[in-house]
C-alpha cells in the first residue's frame, strides 16, 4: 500500500511544444490554482515509469505536471539534434503551453540536467530545483564513450538491442532486480523496437559530448540559478556516479544533499519513502 498522498492516476493529454508534441500527465488533487511542479525523467525513461512510485508520496496539495521528454515515451520523436538547445526551445514551449509562471522542478539523470539548465535559464520563475543523480555534473569515462560511438558509428549504436541486454541494463540501474516492476521492463523492452527511439537515445550521447568537455564553464551557468536546491544520489549508482554529488554542491553551495545508501541509478524506485520524505517539506511553499 502506498503511504500518503494521492495515487498516481494521472490525466494524460497531448501538448504543442514548438511543433513538437509532448505527452503530459497531470495529477491535480490541489486544483488548478495549487503550486505546481514539473517532473522531467531520465535518458530512455518515461513518465509513468519515472515517477509512479513517488508521486504518490508527495503532498497532495501540489499540482504535479511529468513530460515525456521529446524522443521518449508517448511524445514525438522528431529526427534531428537532442542537443542543449533543442531541449531548451521544447521545454520553454511546453511551460508556456501548460501556463506555468512560476512552479518547482524536479528531474532525474537526463531530466536532472535539463531541469538545471531549465531554471538556470529562468531563475526568476523557479520556485524550486530538486536534481535526482542529475546528468552533467559530474564527467564520466562511460558517457564519453558511448558519446563517442553514437559519434562515429550511429547506425551501429542505433541497431535495437536484444532483451537480454536490455534487462541487464534495467538491473545494473538498481540495487536489487526485485524492485523493478515486471510492466515496466516489457515495456522498455518494447519500446527499443522503435527506431525513432532508439535514434534520439543515440542523438542525446552525440549531442552530450560538448558538455562533457566545458566542465566548470557549464557549472558556472547553470549556478546562474540561486534559489533553493535539493540533490539526492544513489550511493551505488553504476550509470552517473555519486561523486557528481560534490560537483553540485560546488556549483550550488547552498543546496541541501541526500546520499540514498540502498539505491544506485534510480532512487526513486528503490527508495521512494525516503527520497519523498525529503521532497515533501523541500516542495512546499
Known sequence: MLRGGVPFRPHRRSIDAGGI???AYEVNAGGREAPAV???HGLGHWSEGAWGRLVPRLD???RYVALDLPGFGASDKPAGRYDRRFFAAALDAA???LGLDAFSLVGHSLGGFLAADLAARTPRRVRRLALI???GFARSARFAAFGLAARLAPRTFGRRPSRRLVERVL????????SLDAGDVERAVAQTADPAMRRAFGAVYAAG????????GLRAELARYDGPVLCAW????????????????????HARTLMLARSAHLPMIEQPDELAAALRPFLAV
Open 209 to 216: 559530448l560538448p558538455a562533457f568537455v566545458a566542465g566548470r
Open 234 to 253: 544513489g550511493a551505488r549508482d553504476r550509470f552517473i556516479p555519486a561523486r557528481g554529488l560534490r560537483a553540485v554542491a560546488a556549483t550550488y553551495p
Open 133 to 135: 543523480a542529475p546528468g
Open 38 to 40: 514539473l517532473l522531467l
Open 60 to 62: 497532495p496539495a501540489l
Open 21 to 23: 508534441r509532448l505527452a
Open 95 to 97: 511551460v508556456e503551453a
Open 171 to 178: 538491473a545494473r540501474s538498481v540495487v536489487d532486480p526485485r
